[in-house]
């Protein structure tokens, strides 16, 4: 009896050391240009459809550059704003500082999930300390921060809802564990430090611990994989012109079309897909085709 007691507990061992080793290749990406040269063609995975894609599309959707070349335009902040405070629902496990804290719900959300995370991991520190501004909350901090530390109205990420700056109630970001986590962490939750330590020369921003960025996934975690910050992978995405990426099951076909005046471009016919604007020239379709579990 004892025997067996003994192996039991040896296949649940095994089985648990299976189970992780699993998820993390789960995780895990793979990143292939699918662009055909010689073809000039796309891998659709599938039947296409025509689209007709307007010039303003440039300036819509969760991929858009926002720097110091590259301004918001007046329709990027995201249309699902909302006050922080009254919705509890979305708050739960971290503190906002202060009454009036505002971001995209869709955004709130991924946020709460990922704190959610974090706090079956030990982290209960976490706070939001300042997300969606509009433009004269800027030209405010702008004016009181000096340039080294804000950026002028219209040319902050905080300005589009996408972005929000987190920190720990009990220490400063750059040394909490908090900070710590999100470094390691936010790409599975589709957040990118948006300012790291070794990329101050291309954001021309000093390094920002606490700032984060929504982008969505796969596009964090191929950023995470490829360690670019946003400039470089739209750069990288204008290069490749298409890349497929293998992450969590699925597939995805990732598209850049070069957009000057209003167009077609071919979009999938029976998967799903996201079209964002990159606030430059251009629009990435991202098609993610449902894989078969092997
Ligand atoms: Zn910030």
Known sequence: MKKWG??????????????????????????????????????????????????????????????????????????????LTPRHELTQNYVLMGSDIY??????????????????????????????????????LYQQMGSDYALPPGNSEHNLGLS??????????????????????????????????????????????????????PHSAIMQEKNFVLEEYLDFLKGEKQITAHFNEEKYNITYYPITENTTIEVPENHPYQISGNNIDGVIVTEMVPVTPR
């Open 6 to 83: 003994f192996i039991l507990i040896i296949l649940i061992c095994l089985g648990f050391a299976f189970t992780n080793v699993q998820s993390y290749f789960d995780s895990k990406i793979n990143i292939e240009n699918s662009y055909d040269q010689n073809d000039g063609g796309r891998d659709t995975s599938g039947n296409v459809q025509t689209k007709e894609i307007t010039k303003e599309q440039i300036y819509l959707g969760n991929l858009l550059l926002v720097n110091s070349e590259f301004p918001v335009h007046q329709q990027s902040m995201k249309s699902d704003v909302v006050h």
């Open 103 to 140: 971001l995209s719900e869709d955004v709130a959300r991924e946020f709460s999930t990922m704190i959610l995370s974090a706090e079956k991991e030990g982290l209960h520190n976490f706070a939001i300390t300042s997300g969606f501004r509009n433009l004269n909350e800027q030209e405010l």
């Open 164 to 217: 929000l700056d987190v920190g720990s109630t009990q220490m400063k970001m750059a040394s909490a564990p908090e900070g710590k986590w999100l470094e390691k962490n936010a790409w599975k939750y589709g957040f990118i430090l948006r300012y790291p330590k070794d990329k101050s020369k291309i954001t021309g921003i000093q390094y920002e611990p606490w700032h984060i960025r929504y982008v969505g996934l």
